[in-house]
């Protein structure tokens, strides 16, 4: 079955880095995009990066470029985020998920699995 687990979150001071991971299984890593979207404390979920399916272009929110690199390893069947300069505003649940979009999306509405989030907590 479709499965997609998180890993990488932790704790660090601001200005520092983490890397994630999503390691998928149950479908092709290049049939599907991988968003990788967050949620705050009392905030709504909203998205960060994501890959897209048809050319691997990645798309990302504006809070986040230039100190977030979205990329696909095809042989751990993972997608990673790495993020660099992390400030505390960006200390939420992060969550990977797969849809079937073509081009990319950052909308959650458009994803269909999702792992079960990895915490990030960022001190200043």
């Known amino acids: 079955q479709v499965q997609l687990v998180e890993s990488g979150g932790g704790s660090v001071q601001a200005g520092g880095s983490l890397r994630l991971s999503c390691v998928v299984s149950?479908?092709?890593?290049?049939?599907?995009?991988i968003g990788w979207f967050r949620q705050a404390p009392g905030k709504e979920r909203e998205g960060v990066s994501c890959?897209?399916?048809?050319?691997?272009?990645?798309l990302y929110a504006d809070s986040v470029k230039g100190r977030f690199t979205i990329s696909r390893d095809y042989a751990k069947n993972a997608v990673h985020l790495q993020m660099n300069n992390l400030k505390p505003e960006d200390t939420a649940v992060y969550y990977c998920?797969?849809?079937?979009?073509?081009?990319?999306?950052?909308?959650?509405?458009?994803?269909?699995?999702w792992g079960q989030g990895t915490q990030v907590t960022v001190s200043s």
């Open positions: 998920a797969a849809g079937l979009i073509y081009d990319g999306s950052l909308s959650e509405d458009e994803y269909d699995y």
């Open positions: 890959i897209s399916s048809n050319d691997g272009s990645a």
């Open positions: 149950g479908f092709r890593l290049d049939y599907y995009t």
